[in-house]
């Protein structure tokens, strides 16, 4: 709770996936995986303890603490990975029902044809699955970039999808996209501060 917060002498986010940070602005913040957590959390807890951590600044939804942590390309990719797992579990597991009518009851043309696992195949393969890879651009480029780099990495997932690319292709993607993003915040710094309102809805998925 945001009391809590208050009331904290330090955080610990202990997360292999980006975390809604810009509460815990002006507090001793210390960013690490949930390996380390796991594995020594006393010294975890020293360091809260004795406050050993910068203290995190929130900067208008962007986030502004310095992590001397892990938060390259294990984060972000963990970060599209865990978004997308519950499309291939539930994907997974509706075409799974569906095979209980027959491997090929989904298809009209076979003997075995059956609607309802016609309309289970084209839930989980035809639409979870198929969202699988942009879901998984998308969150990479957005744990790269926030929130700005979402729509590119999206759309980039989505042609890797459509183009054959297959999972390789979306994390490429992904990172393409989040990356791409972060050097068009830095070229649009330039910009007048009027322009700053349309930054998020029209520049950054324009030219992304």
């Not at 600044?57 to 984060?75: L, M, Q, V």
């Amino acid at each position: 709770t945001q009391q809590e917060i208050e009331d904290a002498v330090a955080i610990i986010v202990a997360a292999d996936k980006q975390v809604e940070m810009d509460r815990f602005d002006g507090k001793h913040v210390i960013q690490v995986p949930v390996a380390d957590a796991i594995r020594k959390p006393e010294q975890l807890i020293e360091r809260a303890l004795k406050q050993d951590a910068s203290i995190y600044r929130a900067s208008g939804g962007n986030r502004s603490y310095a992590s001397k942590e892990r938060t390259g390309f294990y984060k972000h990719l963990m970060n599209g990975v865990s978004n997308m797992l519950p499309f291939v579990v539930g994907g997974g597991i509706l075409i799974a029902i569906s095979f209980i009518f027959g491997i090929k009851a989904f298809d009209p043309n076979d003997p075995s044809f059956h609607p309802i696992a016609k309309a289970l195949m084209d839930i989980g393969g035809g639409s979870a699955f198929a969202l699988m890879i942009p879901v998984l651009a998308g969150f990479i480029a957005m744990s790269i970039a926030d929130r700005p780099g979402f729509a590119p990495g999206m759309v980039g997932g989505f042609m890797a999808a459509n183009g054959g690319a297959g999972f390789l292709g979306g994390l490429i993607a992904g990172f393409l996209a989040g990356y791409l993003v972060v050097g068009l915040k830095k070229w649009f710094s330039r910009l007048p501060q009027s322009l700053e309102g349309i930054k998020p809805v029209l520049l950054y998925p324009l030219f992304g």
